[in-house]
């Protein structure tokens, strides 16, 4: 009885799994292909994040050049912010960028940009390039002047994974991208606070008595208790002396007394606590004559580095990021209300 064309077929496909020879080498090459395949994808995406991050430090010159130009139509933005992202991310660059776009919207000015890098290992799947797009706002300045306050966390957790590291270097940038677009030497100015459980103002406004820190749980904290001793009478006799109170050495009465001492006020760090609430959210200006908006004094060996006041002292800001060190718990609120402080308060 003669087979038919699936009896044939089947019994082949019954031999080719039994074979030996091969199935090494086809395993091999379909195994190879799919590492190649993962190995490629992992390249060409990190590629592609370093092009994404460079197009974006661009992107951020440009929007900071046209947010501080005043009296320009969106065209004319349009040119500033090509000469600025071009001067920042030059032909010879990873990946392809198209050009800056950039639309008004009343004081808002959005920029985009979208771009392309060439694949490596990916081509082999069928991908010769990946797509990527960055975007930015600013808001448009009233006058020629750019104040921009960096919050910085300082806190322990960011001792970990090389996190402090990482912030220190891409606040070196944005400090230079800052200071490159600044047209005339006041036109950029910035402030830094470092921030962890409480922000530290400077130990310099106790010298100069600032009426905005309120001193009270500060001069509960720190200082020593002085023991004094008056006595009255004859000292003739015997008998016996209480650390407090009034006793008696014979005919002579004593009174001891443990009085309190504040420290010197010139002994503090600089630290100062969250207000009361709901002035712990808020940027009213303090007053001395209300306590609630007054920024409590404190003594924490975790403080941060202190902050700097508004300045175009750009090696100034540097050096303080540099000084910047992880310890300490976290809140963010205090970081917050001091860089909204920094900005309006000036």
């Known amino acids: 009885m003669a087979m038919s064309i699936f009896d044939r077929i089947a019994i082949w496909l019954r031999r080719f799994a039994r074979a030996e020879q091969g199935n090494f080498a086809l395993i091999f090459a379909l195994t190879a292909t799919m590492l190649m395949t993962a190995?490629?994808?992992?390249?060409?995406?990190?590629?592609?994040?370093?092009?994404?991050?460079?197009?974006?430090?661009?992107?951020?010159?440009?929007?900071?050049?046209?947010?501080?130009?005043?009296g320009s139509s969106e065209r004319q933005l349009q040119v500033v912010a090509q000469q600025y992202f071009d001067a920042n991310y030059p032909e010879d660059a990873l990946g392809i960028a198209s050009p800056v776009q950039v639309r008004v919207n009343g004081p808002t000015i959005s920029l985009s940009v979208t771009g392309r890098v060439p694949t490596t290992l990916l081509k082999i799947a069928g991908l010769s390039e990946l797509n990527l797009s960055v975007t930015n706002q600013v808001m448009r300045a009233t006058n020629a002047k750019l104040h921009v306050v960096l919050v910085l966390d300082n806190t322990g957790s960011m001792r970990s994974?090389?996190?402090?590291?990482?912030?220190?270097?891409?606040?070196?940038?944005?400090?230079?991208?800052?200071?490159?677009?600044?047209?005339?030497?006041?036109?950029?100015?910035?402030?830094?606070?470092?921030?962890?459980?409480?922000?530290?103002?400077?130990?310099?406004?106790?010298?100069?008595?600032?009426?905005?820190?309120?001193?009270?749980?500060?001069?509960?904290?720190?200082?020593?208790?002085?023991?004094?001793?008056?006595?009255?009478?004859s000292s003739k006799g015997r008998g016996r002396r209480g650390r407090r109170g009034r006793g008696?050495?014979?005919?002579?009465?004593?009174?001891?007394?443990?009085?309190?001492?504040?420290?010197?006020?010139?002994?503090w760090n600089?630290?100062?606590?969250?207000?009361?609430?709901?002035?712990?959210?808020?940027?009213?200006?303090?007053?001395?004559?209300?306590?609630?908006?007054?920024?409590?004094?404190?003594?924490?060996?975790?403080?941060?580095?202190?902050?700097?006041?508004?300045?175009?002292?750009?090696?100034?800001?540097?050096?303080?990021?540099?000084?910047?060190?992880?310890?300490?718990?976290?809140?963010q609120t205090i970081g917050l209300a001091w860089g909204w402080q920094a900005l309006t308060q000036g």
């Open 161 to 233: 994974y090389g996190k402090m590291q990482a912030l220190q270097n891409a606040t070196h940038d944005l400090l230079d991208t800052l200071e490159g677009a600044a047209q005339k030497p006041r036109d950029v100015l910035v402030s830094i606070v470092p921030f962890a459980r409480e922000v530290n103002v400077g130990p310099t406004n106790a010298h100069i008595n600032a009426p905005w820190i309120d001193w009270e749980e500060w001069d509960a904290e720190n200082g020593d208790e002085v023991t004094t001793q008056e006595c009255s009478g």
């Open 248 to 267: 008696r050495r014979g005919g002579r009465n004593c009174t001891t007394t443990n009085t309190w001492v504040p420290a010197d006020h010139n002994t």
């Open 39 to 70: 190995g490629g994808a992992g390249v060409d995406f990190t590629r592609t994040m370093v092009a994404k991050n460079r197009i974006g430090r661009a992107l951020d010159a440009a929007a900071l050049a046209v947010g501080s130009t005043t």
């Open 270 to 331: 600089g630290c100062v606590a969250d207000r009361d609430q709901s002035y712990d959210v808020l940027n009213t200006t303090p007053r001395p004559n209300d306590t609630s908006t007054l920024f409590p004094a404190e003594q924490s060996s975790y403080c941060p580095v202190p902050i700097v006041a508004l300045t175009n002292d750009w090696k100034a800001l540097h050096g303080r990021v540099d000084d910047m060190e992880p310890r300490g718990d976290t809140n």
